[in-house]
């Protein structure tokens, strides 16, 4: 008995008329005394603070697709050998890193990006994207390091066949797991076309960026459009209005085209279409699964997302490296149009495959890696 039971309790012989309700009484004290303290502990156990080192796990935090992109750059440098690649959730606005190893989990979070557990890391998808561009750099392949499904994909298109495609198995099966291989219905090609809009004897293409090299105007296009075209001129068979004066491909794929008219105007926006522009204001790197578009003369303005970073292109004339691929149609003449989100310059396309009734896959120069080839700065 507690010792208030005890106190309350009535004696063992003789009648006590009242000591009945006494001990209901106590009993009742008792019983609320018991529900408060129960009551105040759990408290202190709910709402006291945490104990040190048992912080809750933050969550990522809201990021707009340029603070996402400057975190996917940063964050895997601190994660060494058990980075995997990141992409960014636009309808979650986040950033989802992936990683070989859960204890890293913690410190993906404490930066405010969302940790993802695979099963490759970076270096080993590296390393088999090494082993197709010595091995496997067949024309009508391209491939891209995806970190939604942690494998290498390589699009094959339908000329690869007979030996080429016998040679892209064998290569692929003995990379294992770390590759997969699709199938393309449409060509593999560069988006150049004999014609009209920024135009040449041969060719037409599309102007990407207007730019300004030691004080002179002029414009980035495609490196293969440069490399068919000396003279531009802004309609078929008209006057001439600028001289390409540097161009690579294959390898990188950007021209820059300086003007030869002083009453051109250039400035620095991209067509929309209907007489409206976008203000360009400057340049960055594209974040993968982020919302972009793209211009060009032949299809105008069309929208989607980047899929993938890094891509190697191999067209029939030569390879190119280190692209951005997107989920945007193109056809032939949209070469070197302009690929960017909102005010900012992203890329300039290059080729790809399928066309702007059915779909495609393109994929485009980073326009910083151009501008750093040239001395330029866009206008």
Same mark, same amino acid.
């Given at each position: ?86 992409? *960014? ?284 080839? *040239? ?5």
């Amino acid at each position: 008995m507690s010792p208030v039971l005890r106190a309350q309790a009535a004696p063992a012989a003789g009648p006590n008329p009242t000591g009945g309700a006494e001990l209901k009484l106590s009993l009742m004290r008792a019983r609320t005394a018991l529900a408060a303290a129960a009551a105040a502990a759990l408290a202190a156990v709910t709402l006291g603070p945490q104990p040190a080192g048992a912080s809750i796990a933050p969550e990522p935090r809201a990021l707009s697709a340029a603070a996402a992109g400057q975190l996917a750059r940063t964050l895997p440098a601190r994660l060494k050998h058990v980075g995997a690649g990141a992409y *960014y959730d636009a309808a979650a606005r986040k950033l989802v890193v992936n990683i070989t190893d859960r204890k890293a989990a913690g410190e993906v979070r404490e930066a405010g990006a969302e940790p993802r557990v695979v099963r490759f890391s970076q270096a080993r998808l590296a390393s088999a994207q090494s082993a197709l561009a010595s091995r496997a750099a067949i024309p009508g392949t391209a491939w891209v390091a995806d970190p939604r499904v942690n494998r290498v994909v390589v699009t094959a298109d339908p000329t690869v066949t007979g030996e080429k495609l016998a040679r892209l198995n064998e290569v692929v099966g003995s990379l294992g797991e770390t590759v997969v291989v699709r199938k393309s219905s449409a060509r593999l090609m560069r988006y150049v076309r004999g014609g009209d809009a920024i135009h040449g004897p041969s060719a037409r293409c599309s102007l990407g960026f207007n730019v300004y090299k030691g004080g002179k105007p002029g414009f980035l296009t495609a490196g293969h459009c440069g490399k068919a075209v000396t003279d531009w001129s802004a309609s078929r068979g008209g006057a001439v209005i600028a001289r390409t004066v540097g161009a690579g491909f294959p390898g990188n794929d950007h021209a820059l085209a300086e003007y030869t008219d002083p009453t051109v105007a250039h400035r620095g926006s991209v067509s929309l279409g209907g007489g409206r522009s976008q203000t360009v204001t400057g340049f960055r790197d594209a974040v993968l699964r982020e919302r972009v578009a793209r211009s060009g003369s032949t299809t105008g303005l069309h929208r989607g997302k980047v899929t993938g970073l890094d891509a190697t292109v191999n067209y029939q004339e030569g390879t190119v490296t280190g692209l951005i691929q997107t989920d945007i149609c193109a056809e032939p003449g949209d070469s070197g149009g302009a690929l960017f989100a909102g005010d900012r310059a992203l890329g300039l396309t290059s080729g790809g495959t399928g066309n702007c009734a059915l779909g495609g896959t393109t994929y485009y120069q980073p326009v910083g890696k151009a501008l750093a080839a *040239y001395g330029a700065t866009l206008a």
